[in-house]
């Protein structure tokens, strides 16, 4: 082989290399030092206030990343609003009245446009929000890597497959986080998440009327006082997923399932003689571990399937496309 081939050949490897590098997914913590210093402190300040004026919210804003990042990945498909190219992924059966928090989204996303046009995604404003949401309600901290690209897309229909569902066994929760590369720890420790926020009653309604064996009747009757056993009657009603501290995040969740206290039937599945009692019961004793696990499946999470580099685009409102 001639000069030239050998020549050509060390060329076209290195082209390879670079581009593989680029195509990879090159989220970091610092993305936005120089192009938006303050984007961080705007957004997180604009969640305290909204958690201070509604403790909810915080437990709304870490779903709602949740339901982003596990349909079409962390890319704020679910922001995207009806149009004449968007079915929007907020009409999906587990997100339609309830899934919350979009209007805060979209005031931090006002926000951090005034100071920085066009650099900031509304994926990455999701993220953010969601761990400041934890710390504002005692929960615990981690390192939000960032470089999101939003979605020129909507999912609608995979939102209705991928998507937990309130009464999945236990083996269907574990097959689904796995196709998401999260582990059966990584959906215990997220599953934890329930410590803070509301459930409605048609979701936990056949619960707490099927006279189960995996339910606590003192629990149960107690949770019928707001949620009539008539299906239509009452639909709406709230009931707090972790009654004994259910706005501080704890590890009451998990002693409460060992309790039969799990409100939602995909709740207690968690522990019910199944492969993950024993990662509950390790959580109910140990708060410190479960803060660190619920850390680390949060950084997890918001690594899939991130759009980076040219892909997807920076939206200047986060419900519709530029």
Same mark, same amino acid.
Not at 29 to 36: A, H, L, N
């Given at each position: 082989?001639?000069?030239?081939?050998?020549?050509?050949?060390?060329?076209?490897? !290195?082209?390879?290399?670079?581009?593989?590098?680029?195509?990879?997914?090159?989220?970091?913590?610092?993305?936005?030092?120089?192009?938006?210093?303050?984007?961080?402190?705007?957004? #997180?300040?604009?969640? #305290?206030?909204? !958690? &201070?004026?509604?403790?909810?919210?915080?437990?709304?804003?870490?779903?709602?990343?949740?339901?982003?990042?596990?349909?079409? +990945?962390?890319?704020?498909?679910?922001?995207?609003?009806?149009?004449?190219?968007?079915?929007?992924?907020? %009409?999906?059966?587990?997100?339609?009245?309830?899934?919350?928090?979009?209007?805060?989204?979209? %005031?931090?996303?006002?926000?951090?446009?005034?100071?920085?046009?066009?650099?900031?995604?509304?994926?990455?404003?999701?993220? =953010?929000?969601?761990?400041?949401?934890?710390?504002?309600?005692? +929960?615990?901290?981690?390192? !939000?890597?960032?470089?999101?690209?939003?979605?020129?897309?909507? +999912?609608?229909?995979?939102?209705?497959?991928?998507?937990?569902?309130?009464?999945?066994?236990?083996?269907?929760?574990?097959?689904?986080?796995?196709?998401?590369?999260?582990?059966?720890?990584?959906?215990?420790?997220?599953?934890?998440?329930?410590?803070?926020?509301?459930?409605?009653?048609?979701?936990?309604?056949?619960?707490?009327?099927? %006279?189960? *064996?995996?339910?606590?009747?003192?629990?149960?009757?107690?949770?019928?006082?707001?949620?009539?056993?008539?299906?239509?009657?009452?639909?709406?009603?709230?009931?707090?997923?972790?009654?004994? *501290?259910?706005?501080?995040?704890?590890?009451?969740?998990?002693?409460?399932?060992?309790?039969?206290?799990?409100?939602?039937?995909?709740?207690? !599945?968690?522990?019910?003689?199944?492969?993950?009692?024993?990662?509950?019961?390790?959580?109910?004793? &140990?708060?410190? *571990?479960?803060?660190?696990?619920?850390?680390?499946?949060? =950084?997890?999470?918001?690594?899939?399937?991130?759009?980076?580099?040219?892909?997807?685009?920076?939206?200047?409102?986060?419900?519709?496309?530029?």
């Amino acid at each position: 082989m001639g000069f030239r081939s050998w020549r050509s050949c060390i060329f076209i490897a !290195v082209f390879l290399i670079l581009s593989s590098t680029l195509c990879e997914a090159k989220l970091s913590p610092t993305f936005y030092d120089k192009t938006c210093p303050r984007a961080l402190s705007i957004i #997180r300040k604009a969640v #305290r206030r909204a !958690v &201070s004026h509604e403790r909810r919210m915080a437990a709304s804003l870490i779903r709602l990343h949740f339901h982003d990042c596990f349909v079409q +990945g962390c890319d704020a498909s679910i922001l995207l609003d009806n149009s004449s190219t968007i079915q929007s992924e907020k %009409n999906a059966p587990n997100n339609l009245n309830s899934v919350r928090g979009y209007e805060v989204i979209d %005031n931090i996303k006002s926000k951090v446009e005034s100071m920085c046009p066009g650099v900031v995604s509304c994926a990455d404003i999701v993220a =953010v929000a969601a761990r400041d949401s934890s710390v504002a309600v005692s +929960g615990p901290t981690w390192t !939000v890597k960032l470089g999101r690209r939003d979605s020129t897309t909507s +999912g609608l229909s995979q939102a209705a497959t991928d998507l937990p569902g309130f009464r999945d066994s236990l083996d269907k929760l574990i097959t689904l986080f796995r196709s998401k590369g999260l582990n059966a720890r990584d959906m215990v420790a997220l599953s934890g998440s329930h410590t803070i926020g509301q459930a409605r009653c048609l979701t936990f309604r056949d619960r707490i009327y099927s %006279n189960g *064996t995996d339910i606590d009747a003192g629990f149960a009757t107690t949770r019928r006082r707001r949620c009539p056993a008539q299906n239509g009657n009452g639909d709406a009603n709230l009931a707090p997923l972790e009654l004994v *501290t259910p706005n501080s995040f704890d590890n009451n969740y998990f002693r409460n399932l060992i309790q039969k206290k799990g409100l939602l039937q995909s709740d207690q !599945v968690l522990f019910s003689g199944g492969s993950t009692d024993t990662i509950v019961k390790e959580y109910s004793k &140990s708060p410190k *571990t479960f803060r660190s696990d619920f850390a680390s499946a949060m =950084v997890k999470m918001g690594d899939i399937e991130p759009l980076t580099g040219s892909a997807g685009v920076i939206r200047k409102f986060c419900n519709f496309i530029n």
